[in-house]
């Protein structure tokens, strides 16, 4: 996936950012409401990871200009605010869930799976697709009945393909799971984990639309 998080406090955005690059996402940190208003504009991410007390004002007015102006990205609103009325304020102004700090960084990763799930409509977690069976929650992958190991920026090209299979995504999509601003991008990068994942699953697993991009066909 690739995240937006929007949290000024230095100790938690390290530690969020941290946590799911060791995942294989990408995650954007930007540290005010200002900046966060521009990133929400400038990129498309799969989910945003929202404080609501930022240093330039308030993250539920950003999340209602957000929503007013017709953006459904997913939001997790994290928060101190522990209050009944401010979470009830968050949900009000759009959020998709909450999480209240502190948290442990496991359960912000199952909530945004979570999140993924139900925003995907996908009903379950188990992908079977030839000989090649994914279990999505777990990234266990077997082929055959055989275990197979996935790196996390191998996951994180597969991701996408499997979570919309027969869709062909273009290389520059497949990139931006792969780097976050200001990281320089290996042009070969996306080639190379396809050619190890055609590898690992079986060289027609992933197939190449000329000109195109690369797509997973449907079960
Ligand atoms: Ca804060």
Not at 48 to 74: E, M, T, W, Y
Not at 89 to 105: C, E, I, N, R, S
Not at 144 to 157: C, F, I, K, M
């Amino acid at each position: 996936m690739r995240l937006l998080l929007i949290e000024d406090d230095p100790m938690v955005g390290e530690a969020v950012s941290v946590a799911m690059r060791a995942e294989g996402h990408v995650i954007d940190w930007v540290r005010s409401r200002e900046d966060g208003d521009t990133a929400v504009r400038g990129h498309d991410h799969d989910a945003v990871l929202l404080d609501l007390g930022l240093p330039d004002g308030d993250g539920l007015a950003l999340l209602r200009s957000l929503r007013a102006r017709g953006n459904h990205v997913p939001v997790l609103v994290i928060t101190a605010r522990d209050a009944l009325d401010q979470r009830v304020a968050g949900l009000d102004a759009g959020a998709d869930d909450y999480l209240l700090k502190p948290f442990a960084v496991d359960e912000l990763l199952a909530r945004l799976r979570a999140l993924q799930r139900r925003l995907g409509g996908r009903a379950s977690e188990r992908l079977e697709i030839g000989a090649v069976v994914i279990e999505t929650a777990t990234r266990q992958v077997t082929v055959n009945g055989d275990p197979v190991t996935l790196s996390a920026r191998e996951w994180a090209v597969l991701e996408p393909l499997v979570a919309r299979p027969g869709a062909v995504l273009s290389r520059a999509q497949l990139e931006d799971r792969l780097y976050g601003w200001g990281e320089s991008v290996n042009s070969n990068a996306v080639e190379v984990h396809i050619h190890h994942l055609r590898r690992k699953l079986g060289s027609a697993f992933i197939r190449t639309v000329r000109g195109v991009g690369y797509m997973v066909a449907g079960s």
